[in-house]
C-alpha cells in the first residue's frame, strides 16, 4: 500500500506549481484544477490525522477522572 504522507505529496506538489502557473497566467482551467487538487491533498491529511482526533478536545470538557476543568479563572 502507498504511504498516505507519500501520496499527500503526490497530490499537493504539482497542484502547487499548477496554481502558481494558473494564477500568474491567468488561465482559469488550471486554476480550478489546482484548486480540486489542493482540496484533495487537505481531505488526505485530514484521513491521516484521524488516529489524533480523540486528543483534540474542548478543553472544558470533563478530565480523565470524571472531574469538570473550570478554565475560567474565577474561584
Not at 502558481?20 to 482551467?29: K, R
Not at 482526533?53 to 476543568?69: A, K, T, W
Amino acid at each position: 500500500m502507498f504511504p498516505m504522507k507519500k501520496l499527500q505529496l503526490l497530490v499537493a506538489l504539482p497542484s502547487i506549481v499548477l496554481l502558481s502557473v494558473a494564477l500568474f497566467f491567468h488561465l482559469d482551467f488550471l486554476f480550478y484544477l489546482s484548486l480540486a487538487g489542493v482540496f484533495l491533498a487537505m481531505m488526505i491529511k485530514q484521513f491521516r490525522s484521524r488516529g489524533q482526533m480523540y486528543e483534540m478536545r474542548h478543553p472544558d470538557s470533563v478530565g480523565e477522572d470524571d472531574i469538570e476543568i473550570d478554565i475560567s479563572g474565577e474561584d
